[in-house]
């Protein structure tokens, strides 16, 4: 059974810091690299960060030296923490495969006010 579920998001000024979380299901996050998608309104939803399974990173160049994302294998959980953040970060954050797997969670509201 898949499992993405998506979890801290919240109402944050410029310049806050988050934690968010994705609990997935083993098939899944094991093997495979995983990465933090987000969709703002009006936009299409974009990858920011990935994670393979050895712990090498990737960053969109928006986010770098800002996001970082890391995994726990044995919880088979990922995380993205996000600093300093910027009123344009404001978007539904989701968490999947890289490549994205035909199925996603319901995503987690990240709203950054100026």
């Known amino acids: 059974q898949v499992q993405l579920v998506e979890s801290g998001g919240g109402l944050v000024q410029a310049g806050g810091s988050l934690r968010l979380s994705c609990a997935a299901s083993e098939r899944i996050f094991r093997r495979s690299p995983m990465g933090w998608y987000r969709q703002a309104p009006g936009k299409q939803r974009e990858v920011v960060a990935t994670i393979w399974p050895g712990g090498d990173t990737a960053y969109a160049d928006s986010v770098k030296g800002r996001f970082t994302i890391s995994r726990d294998t044995a919880k088979t959980t990922m995380y993205l923490q996000i600093n300093s953040l910027k009123p344009e970060d404001t978007a539904v954050y989701y968490c999947?495969?890289?490549?994205?797997?035909?199925?996603w969670g319901q995503g987690t509201q990240v709203t950054v006010s100026s």
């Open positions: 999947n495969q890289r490549p994205a797997i035909d199925y």
